[in-house]
């Protein structure tokens, strides 16, 4: 589970949402994620792959 699905025992809603102050409070306390998200890792992955391969293809010739 990740901390953007909790829900709030005050309001019933999701704490992400902030919509009590008993949310925004918890809100402020839990860590942020991080700025890497799957995706974007496996599309630098990717990246570095092509320009390896690049790389390889330039000194071949």
């Known amino acids: 589970?990740?901390?953007?699905?909790?829900v709030c025992a005050n309001c019933a809603a999701p704490v992400a949402e902030g919509r009590c102050p008993v949310c925004?409070?918890?809100?402020?306390?839990l860590p942020?994620?991080?700025g890497l998200?799957?995706?974007m890792?496996?599309?630098l992955?990717?990246?570095l792959v092509a320009a390896?391969?690049?790389l390889a293809?330039?000194?071949g010739v």
Not at 24 to 29: G, I, S, T, V
């Open 24 to 29: 925004r409070a918890n809100r402020e306390r």
């Open 41 to 43: 890792l496996l599309s």
């Open 37 to 39: 998200s799957p995706a």
């Open 1 to 6: 589970m990740t901390y953007d699905r909790l």
């Open 52 to 54: 390896m391969a690049l």
């Open 32 to 34: 942020q994620p991080s």
């Open 45 to 47: 992955v990717i990246a």
């Open 57 to 59: 293809a330039v000194r």
